[in-house]
């Protein structure tokens, strides 16, 4: 179908980020997807225009400013990162929006360059790359701790969404993994610490203080949905002092939106479908980690969506969650 919107879709600068200068060096099979990192405006449109994409929201490759150890350097990397996206976005307004990156080393300098973001560059909402790292780099912050808590007022009152992005472990606590590298990173570990942080910020009444924030995850809730009855079971079951005011299950259903990057498989779309509703799911590749016409192919020939859901999900649920200036 034509007219679909993508919003896991990444971009480095030429020297974005330590973790992808590693992988360009040591992995072959990298080439090619680094190169279509740094490009914008030729082969992302190219591959666009193929897969009946009109719009795609561009972030930062993982993990970006979150494994910046240093909080004034952290801030002025956002800054230069978001700064240099505004630019690429206002060459094609109508093809490219941006998602803010936030130096969350700093929670009030995050709640700082969000604003700036929303207010003066235009951006629809942010992405951030899970857990920052500060200061020593055995160091991991997720952000249901209290003094997030301003942060998290301010995404509210700005009414902006945020998208958390997975990122690797870091090596210092990935014991777990030791001896089984190919489960550290996107096929195991991103769904594990993803969905470890979202349930976090569940179970720190997060969204019984803040009810009208809005999460984006990727790859189709990275695992929570295919859990959802077991969870809320279990905590029935045995607490353990758990405080929120709901099951958990339905903070997924009024706070937490998921999408289709990197996963185009019926049986788990379907799963994700029965659990968090049509109405809460927004197509994505994930590209470049994704080949832009697997994801496109996969999502326009899906038996699962009938013809006005198809829409829903590649393109009206996004324009109503991101308020974007696109005919809905
Ligand atoms: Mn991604």
Known sequence: MQGKIAIEEHFALGKAD???????????????T???????????????????????????????????????????AARRYNDYLAEQVARRPDRFGGFAALPMQDPEAAARELTRCVRE?????????????????????????????????CVQDLDVPFYMHPRTAVYERAQPYEGHPWLFSSAWGFAVETSLHILRLIGSCLFDEYPRLQIVI?????????????????????PAGYPAKKPMSSYMKSNVNITTSGHFDD????????????????FAVDYPMEVMSDGASWFDSTPLLSEADRVKIARTNTIKLFKLALAA
């Open 267 to 282: 049986v788990a779309f379907q799963c994700a479908i029965s659990q968090m509703g049509i109405d809460r799911i927004m």
């Open 218 to 238: 990727g790859h189709l809730g990275e695992r929570i949905p295919y859990d959802m009855w077991r969870i809320d079971h279990r905590i029935k079951t045995i």
């Open 18 to 32: 330590e973790d992808t200068a590693r992988r360009l060096q040591h992995a072959e099979s990298w080439a090619e």
């Open 121 to 153: 560059l235009g951006f629809p909402g942010a992405l951030v790359n899970g857990f920052t790292q500060k200061d020593v780099p055995d160091s991991v912050i997720y952000y249901d701790l209290p003094e997030y808590r301003p942060f998290w007022a």
């Open 34 to 76: 680094a190169r279509r990192l740094v490009d914008i405006h030729e082969l992302r449109l190219r591959d666009m225009d193929k897969n009946g994409i009109e719009y795609a929201i561009l972030s930062l490759n993982a993990p970006a400013v979150q494994m910046i150890l240093d909080t004034s350097e952290a801030i002025e």
